[in-house]
């Protein structure tokens, strides 16, 4: 053997490692990269070859994975990406504290909980505050633990009734060529919001509790003027919200009612050089106690891994670009002064 590679052995049962190893042995393979290490399976043992450090690490991503699958988790390419990350940060116990914060379940069976810190974070927030502002980039969950939160309060009635609403602002489409009437033009904005509550609530338990009126999906200018009591309010994509828009939707707020305000700073679809609600929103009350901010960052993206290097790569471009921005700007300002004096 090497010198410096050491071999640990751990027991890994049958029952466990085809859901521990991933389909193709993609979950084991991806170990193995991103710790610089071999794992070799036979009868019942797992020897795991690599440097002391790494070969630790390795085995507590499995005890990990394992203690998930106990617990009868089906095992992500997700889980194993965060499972890694928290174990070489050297906070891995908090995964099984992540795994058994259940929201609820899918019309599928599905279990619905928060996969980071990140999320968990934000779920507990959401429990104990009357107002949550939940901010980050496409990916982390936002909307869709916001809703689930919302349909479990729903069903266990600590509130009568479900307001989903978000600005209509266009992505580059004009809403006055799309075809149809208002809600035709409108339901396109708000598809997202329905996607989530057909997954969670189910299409028929969803349509009977709309047509009570229990459950209501709106753009955002139809809360002008109302007064909502006893309801579990979202306002999602907020960052395309004005200044205005913001005020009026948080003073529509009355009593007995929660509310989740969910957006992605980097996505704004406003006219160029116009405010958003939700920037100024998150300046004006971050003293203002009953109110939270979470900020959930890439490394909370639960989609395909994919998406969360896409979503890194686009970090790091705009800090470099803002300080090119910012480096020309005192350039420029420079000149002005010399060719003054």
């Known amino acids: 053997m090497n010198s410096g590679i050491i071999e640990e052995i751990m027991q890994l049962p049958g029952e466990h490692e085809k859901n521990i190893f991933g389909k193709f042995d993609e979950h084991i393979k991806k170990i193995e990269r991103a710790l610089h290490v071999t794992l070799i399976s036979r009868d019942g043992d797992l020897r795991i070859l690599g440097p002391k450090n790494a070969a630790d690490q390795a085995r507590r991503v499995l005890e990990q ?62 429990r104990d505050q009357m107002i949550v502002f939940g901010v980050g980039p496409a990916g982390t969950g936002k909307t869709y633990l916001a809703m689930a939160m919302a349909i479990t309060a729903f069903r266990n009635d600590e509130v009568s009734r479900i307001i989903l609403t978000r600005p209509a602002i266009e992505a580059g489409e004009k809403l006055g060529f799309l075809p149809g009437d208002l809600q035709s033009k409108v339901d396109p904005y708000l598809r997202p919001l329905y996607d989530a509550l057909y997954q969670i609530m189910g299409a028929e338990s969803f349509q009977k509790n709309m047509e009570k009126g229990l459950i209501e999906v709106a753009p955002l200018a139809y809360m002008r003027g109302r007064t909502l009591d006893n309801a579990y309010i979202i306002l999602d994509e907020a960052q395309n919200t004005t200044p205005a828009q913001m005020k009026m939707f948080l003073t529509r707020i009355g009593f007995g009612s929660k509310v989740v305000v969910t957006g992605d700073a980097s996505q704004k679809d406003l006219p160029s050089g116009a405010r958003s609600g939700l920037d100024v929103a998150m300046q004006v009350l971050k003293k203002v106690e009953g109110v939270a901010f979470c900020e959930l960052t890439s490394k909370d993206v639960v989609r395909h891994p994919l998406v969360q290097k896409i979503v890194q790569a686009y970090e790091e471009y705009e800090k470099k670009s803002a300080k090119a921005e910012k480096a020309a700007a005192r350039l420029t300002g420079k000149n002005r002064r010399t060719s003054k004096a």
């Open 65 to 126: 994975l394992l203690a998930l699958s106990q617990r009868g988790t089906e095992i992500t390419e997700q889980n194993v990406t965060y499972c890694i990350s928290l174990v070489m940060e050297e906070k891995e116990s908090a995964l099984t504290e992540l795994d058994g914060d259940l929201i609820c379940h899918t019309i599928n069976g599905r279990p619905v909980k928060p996969k980071t810190l990140g999320q968990k974070q934000y779920v507990d927030a959401i």
